[in-house]
T-cell receptor, first 111, second 113 residues
Framework: SQTIHQWPATLVQPVGSPLSLECTVEGTSNPNLYWYRQAAGRGLQLLFYSVGIGQISSEVPQNLSASRPQDRQFILSSKKLLLSDSGFYLCAWSVDLGGYTFGSGTRLTVV | AQTVTQSQPEMSVQEAETVTLSCTYD???????LFWYKQPPSRQMILVIR??????QNATENRFSVNFQKAAKSFSLKISDSQLGDAAMYFCAFTGTASKLTFGTGTRLQVTL
């Protein structure tokens, strides 16, 4: 069966520190992968999506970057975190238009 | 670009009653999918129901059903026999040929005794 793993669940980082969030998918090949951010009490904003290894599309200019070093691995990074990077980050995958599966999320607090 | 609008930031329903959450969208595509997701306090995104645009029949999943009006670009969610466990944020979402899921701003549903 297909599963998605996202870690860590909670992260507290100081301003200016680097960030690396990882997401991996099991049980499927060549999925579309997505990173979303949800600010407190707000909807989900698409940050990055990838349709294949090394193919990254950015939706919103920001302090973050994404990489897909392997078919089922998607990484969200930052070299220097800002206070405004705080939020809830969700990874998701799909293989067709009809189904999207989300990870359990990472709550990031930048202090 | 596609947009999804949920005009009800909060809704309240009594247990066992019926509630309808509204959603409108804007797209020039003819083939797409629409979704309703539930986000409980755990913040896990749970698929409630989905609708394929080319299907005229409204989707149903147990107590959850949709009213899909393609010409009006409207996609409302009806929850029947509401239960305390239905309390959550509900997000309407759209995906088309770009394979990107676009969300509305959400509706917080409260269920009262």
């Amino acid at each position: 069966s297909q599963t998605i793993h996202q870690w860590p669940a909670t992260l507290v980082q100081p301003v200016g520190s680097p960030l690396s969030l990882e997401c991996t998918v099991e049980g499927t090949s060549n999925p579309n992968l997505y990173w979303y951010r949800q600010a407190a009490g707000r909807g989900l904003q698409l940050l990055f999506y990838s349709v294949g290894i090394g193919q990254i599309s950015s939706e919103v200019p920001q302090n973050l970057s994404a990489s897909r070093p392997q078919d089922r691995q998607f990484i969200l990074s930052s070299k220097k975190l800002l206070l405004s990077d705080s939020g809830f980050y969700l990874c998701a995958w799909s293989v067709d238009l009809g189904g999207y599966t989300f990870g359990s999320g990472t709550r990031l607090t930048v202090v | 670009a596609q947009t999804v609008t949920q005009s009800q930031p909060e809704m309240s329903v009594q247990e066992a009653e019926t509630v309808t959450l509204s959603c409108t969208y804007d797209t020039s595509e003819s083939d797409y999918y629409l979704f309703w997701y539930k986000q409980p306090p755990s913040r896990q995104m749970i698929l409630v129901i989905r609708q394929e645009a080319y299907k005229q029949q409204n989707a149903t999943e147990n107590r959850f059903s949709v009213n899909f009006q393609k010409a009006a670009k409207s996609f409302s969610l009806k929850i029947s026999d509401s239960q305390l466990g239905d309390a959550a944020m509900y997000f309407c979402a759209f995906t088309g040929t770009a394979s990107k899921l676009t969300f509305g701003t959400g509706t917080r549903l409260q269920v009262t005794l």
